[in-house]
């Protein structure tokens, strides 16, 4: 089961971490990722992270805004994202596969968590 929290309201420019705490004992044999979908929109990747934290993707539009990390001794991985945009506002949603390597397409994933709003005012 995955649990994402740390979505919000805030201003363009700002920053915001995400939180997703996993539950279970072998969290640390499961890549991770983060995705995001936006009203009217499909889901889309933004981050994932391999299982030992050696590798991470981001997509285009994440690149030198947002970083993914996990504590695996915590069951949780995170997103931090600064300078956040309008157009980054979305619910943004954890999602787990039980895999040692990254993945980036959403129907690689297994797990996923309810999502955490991410509003993003102009």
């Known amino acids: 089961q995955l649990q994402a929290s740390g979505g919000g309201l805030v201003q363009a420019g700002g920053s915001l971490t995400l939180s997703c705490a996993a539950s279970?004992?072998?969290?640390?044999?499961?890549?991770m990722g983060w995705f995001r979908q936006a009203p009217g929109k499909e889901r889309e990747f933004v981050a994932a992270?391999?299982?030992?934290?050696?590798?991470?993707y981001y997509a285009d539009s994440a690149k030198g805004r947002f970083t993914i990390s996990r504590i695996n001794a915590k069951n949780t991985v995170y997103l931090q994202m600064n300078s956040l945009k309008p157009e980054d506002t979305a619910v943004y949603y954890c999602?787990?596969?039980?895999?040692?390597?990254?993945?980036?397409?959403?129907?690689?994933?297994?797990?996923w968590g309810q999502g955490t709003q991410v509003t993003v005012s102009s």
């Open positions: 999602a787990a596969v039980w895999r040692l390597y990254l993945a980036v397409a959403a129907t690689s994933y297994n797990y």
């Open positions: 279970g004992r072998t969290f640390s044999s499961y890549a």
């Open positions: 992270i391999d299982y030992s934290s050696s590798n991470t």
